[in-house]
Structures are given as C-alpha cells and as structure tokens.
C-alpha cells in the first residue's frame, strides 16, 4: 500500500527558515511528480510548489517564487520543501501530493496520493 509520510513543520519566527519532508513508502512503477500544496482555515488548497520527472521541471506559486526550493532524492522517492524568509501569510497545513504510476488490473495507471498534512506556523 502506497502511503506518503510527511515530517517537517513547525512554529518559526517571520524570516526564519523550515525544511518539509516527504517520502514515499510502498512498491511502485513510477513517480511521476510530487509537489506541495498549502491550505489555510476557510480557503481552498493551492500549490505551492511541484517537481516534475519528465522533463524535469519545476513550478513555484509566485508567492513562493525565490524564497522557497523543492527539491527530490530519486534514490529514496523523498520530495524536499526548503522554505526560506518566511512570512507569516506562509502559515498553513502543508498538504504534500504525488502522482504515481502503479500496476492495477494488469496495466499501469496513474494514481494521486495526498500526505496527512504538516503545520507550519509563522508568527513573533
């Protein structure tokens, strides 16, 4: 069974730094992507950042754009987050999201996972 685990998150004062994990655990064919997605109380879920194999590529919200860095170790299907000069309308549940390619009724399909979300608070 495929299951993303999170660690990372916290509580850290505005212009502060935190690194988000991710892992991928359980047997699959591919990793197609993973990327991090932020929900805040009342709002809907928005990407933040995502890796992408083929390609590779990368795409940051703007809001994110030069602070934050997602990065993947391939060898481990673990996706990285440095957030770096947090601000406090960074706060929110880190949700991470991979989609993966696995063998299910004798042919490969794609399939979307979601991590059990991290809070990461920023605030003096």
């Known amino acids: 069974q495929v299951q993303l685990v999170e660690s990372g998150g916290g509580l850290v004062q505005p212009g502060g730094s935190l690194r988000l994990s991710c892992a991928v655990s359980?047997?699959?064919?591919?990793?197609?992507?993973m990327g991090w997605y932020r929900q805040v109380l009342g709002k809907q879920r928005e990407l933040v950042a995502i890796t992408i194999t083929n390609g590779p590529s990368t795409h940051y919200a703007d809001s994110v754009q030069g602070r934050f860095a997602i990065s993947r170790d391939n060898a481990k299907n673990t996706a990285y987050l440095q957030m770096n000069s947090l601000k406090p309308e960074d706060t929110g549940v880190y949700y991470c999201?991979?989609?993966?390619?696995?063998?299910?009724?004798?042919?490969?399909?794609?399939?979307?996972?979601w991590g059990q979300g991290t809070q990461v608070t920023v605030s003096s």
């Open positions: 999201n991979a989609l993966i390619s696995n063998w299910a009724s004798g042919d490969v399909s794609e399939f979307e996972y």
């Open positions: 359980g047997s699959i064919y591919a990793l197609n992507s």
